[in-house]
């Protein structure tokens, strides 16, 4: 039977992350493989937690199944913490998944059974999981464009342009903040016309969110999911809890279905359930377990929050730094779009052989778009960056 197997492309984080590690340099950055690093290259376990697990391991008194949903508590934290009071509890329904990827196969699959015919559209560029999916699925896949090569920011009326000729009852993809690769945002004004110009045409909304409170804080990262949201009948939320929590290997995310009313909402519940079943049967449970400890404690929330806003007021520290740094040595703002990006990465928008030079010449490891890690620097590499690029002429 093997030998009919044919052989599959390599990932090209993955494959970015054995040379990085092959690389006999020790002057070398890798700006890859999207997690965060502190001041020391350390991707630290947070304290909170550190306690929840604490807790766990003391009090835990079966490793015994949860339900084909994973545990009821951690879906309503997590619609807490995402949605708030946005609209009735009973409207929503929820599975958990292993880690935000499992959300968006599930999300996928839920996409297959509903509507088969339907058009899967995804932002260009966007996270290479999504396409490689979609297409894995035998699902019909168009793009719409997003980022503006000029500007580095978002290409709005071209994403406008492009949604406009959505059918009805196609899924949109839509990254909630921190959009991963560019690290370029809509404006609240951009968001309005997006969601207008969905609702215009009928479509179903697929919101990936991956880095809420790494971007403008958690509250403040949650308002464009919120908004579109409150704006559709049916929709799917994706999300992830690898980088806000700092649990990348405990696989913990969350797929969340609205739906028109309360009857509808256990039809896709059900439905949910079912393709758990068929996946995996019970979703992991220790992070999600971890999570509703922290976010249902007032002490831990609280702390949790507080090393969350460390987090994302070091990236935009590094963001500052890299862009004042660039403007001093090529003497020149064309570089200020990093200060303007929120989350992990940017897209520096140049070309595969540059990257390539820094990386043979500097030892700079980026993705071969000219994606980087913003939280893979720290304040001494920032000026090392910041040189290559000006000597590799971007």
């Known amino acids: 039977m093997f030998q ?14 054995q040379a990085y590690k092959a690389d006999p340099r020790d002057a070398k950055i890798d700006l890859g493989v999207g997690v965060y690093k502190d001041a020391s290259g350390n991707t630290p376990v947070m304290r909170a937690v550190k306690e929840a697990e604490r807790r766990l391991v003391a009090d835990q008194t079966t490793k015994a199944y949860v339900g084909l949903a994973g545990d009821p508590a ?19 329904s929820a599975i958990a998944t292993p880690g935000g990827t499992g959300a968006i196969r599930q999300a996928l699959e839920m996409v297959k059974l509903a509507a088969p015919d339907a058009t899967v559209w995804i932002s260009n560029p966007t996270w290479p999981n999504h ?15 997003y980022f503006d090569e000029a500007t580095r920011g ?8 492009d949604l406009g000729t959505v059918a009805e009852g196609d899924v949109v993809l839509l990254h909630g903040c921190c959009h991963n690769p560019t690290g370029a945002n809509p404006t609240a004004d951009q968001w309005d016309r997006i969601i207008a110009t969905l609702q215009d045409r009928g479509a179903v909304p697929l919101v990936d969110v991956a880095y809420q409170g790494f971007g403008d804080g958690l509250e403040e990262d949650a308002q464009a999911t919120r908004k579109i949201v409150g704006a559709f009948p049916n929709l799917m939320i994706a999300a992830s809890c690898s ?69 994302r007021n070091t990236m935009l520290d590094l963001r500052r730094q890299l862009a004042e740094e660039l403007r ?28 390539e030079t820094l990386r043979a010449d500097h030892g700079i490891y980026m993705v071969s778009d000219s994606r980087m890690n913003i939280a893979g620097l720290n304040t001494q590499t920032v000026p090392i960056l910041a040189r290559a690029i000006v000597d590799a002429g971007i």
């Open 131 to 145: 396409p490689s999916i979609i297409r894995f699925l035998g699902m019909k896949v168009r793009e719409y464009r």
């Open 4 to 17: 009919t197997l044919k052989a599959q492309p390599a990932d090209k984080i993955l494959s970015l992350m």
């Open 74 to 92: 951690f879906a309503d934290a997590m619609i807490d913490l995402l949605l708030a009071d946005t609209l009735p509890r009973a409207r929503i």
């Open 328 to 355: 001093r040595l090529s003497n020149d703002d064309r570089f200020d779009f990093i200060a303007d990006h929120r989350g992990m990465f940017s897209r520096l928008g140049t070309t595969e052989d540059r990257v």
């Open 243 to 311: 980088k806000n929590f700092g649990i990348y290997r405990e696989r913990t995310g969350i797929l969340m279905g609205i739906a028109r009313d309360a009857a509808e909402a256990q039809l896709t519940q059900a439905n949910l359930n079912f393709l758990n079943r068929q996946n995996y049967s019970f979703p992991p449970d220790h992070g999600a377990r971890v999570v509703t400890t922290i976010l249902t404690d007032p002490a831990l929330r609280a702390d949790w929050e507080a090393e969350l806003e460390e987090t």
């Open 154 to 161: 978002v290409d709005i009326d071209g994403m406008i342009a």
